[in-house]
């Protein structure tokens, strides 16, 4: 069984799946690490690494603060802090001017191996201002950026036992970096990195799992992008005869897609 996004912030179905079952992937355990905002960012603080300011409760100036949802992917949680009490899950983080950047690694547990680096790209839609609307990499980063989201990764790989296909989160504003988030599982830099290394990343994903980390990653396309599609109006897929091959995650005819 290997997770992708979607299952963050539900480990204990993740727990269900995974009985009976072989996990390429981060445990159900280390999920609940990454996705619990306090141990997280007190993990950062402890490594040493920048991260916006964060609050487990409603700031009392909500100007300049954000509002996410613990274990939420795909940026469509995110919005800025409202008044009233904080929902269940929901923790609030302080805005960071820049753009938003990444850096996807492989880990075994121990040692981590850098795949690459990309950027984020938004699709604005009402009340989900921060939604993801796609990846590109490279990313446009200085080297020192790049040292620097380096050494991140291969401090917290060991400190939260991180295995295969991940990714790291952050603001980069010139030479100022900032840490938002991890995303413990393949997500859209596989979309982007697969075919940009020498064999496939999947399977390079699915080693690192079983504790192999390549002896290298050859580079073989020098730039590659994704974008999500998303629905308008409620519909369900029709059938299509034959998808043009850049078109991924092609939906089953007759599945139901929300709006």
């Known amino acids: 069984l290997v ?13 269900q799946l995974a009985d009976g079952r072989r996990l390429r992937g981060n445990s159900p355990a280390v999920m609940a690490r990454c996705n619990d905002p306090a141990e997280f960012f007190t993990l950062l603080d402890r490594l040493g690494i920048p991260h916006p300011e964060v609050s487990m409760r409603v700031p009392a100036g909500l100007a300049g603060w954000l509002e996410k949802r613990a274990g939420g992917s795909g940026g469509g ?10 929902p269940e899950g929901v923790y609030y983080q302080r805005m960071a001017r820049g753009r938003p950047v990444s850096v996807s690694f492989l880990g075994d547990g121990e040692r981590a191996m850098v795949v690459g680096f990309a950027e984020q790209m938004t699709a604005p839609a009402p009340g989900a201002p921060y939604r993801l609307g796609g990846l590109a990499q490279p990313g446009k980063l200085d080297p020192r950026a790049r040292q620097n989201l380096s050494a991140w990764v291969a401090a917290v790989v060991p400190a939260l036992g991180l295995v295969g296909l991940n990714s790291l989160d952050a603001m980069a504003d010139g030479d100022d970096l900032k840490v938002l988030e991890i995303n413990p599982r393949p997500g859209a830099n596989l979309d982007v990195f697969d075919g940009a290394a020498s064999g496939h990343l999947f399977a390079h994903h699915v080693a690192a799992c079983c504790g192999r980390l390549p002896e290298l990653l050859t580079r073989n396309a020098p730039a590659r992008a994704m974008a999500i599609l998303y629905a308008d109006v409620a519909l369900t897929a029709p059938h299509v005869d034959a998808w043009p091959d850049w078109i991924a995650d092609r939906p089953v005819t007759g599945t139901f897609i929300s709006r």
């Open 77 to 86: 949680h995110v919005r800025p802090a409202r008044e009233g009490s904080a």
């Open 3 to 15: 997770h992708g996004s979607g299952l963050d912030g539900r480990v204990d179905l993740l727990a």
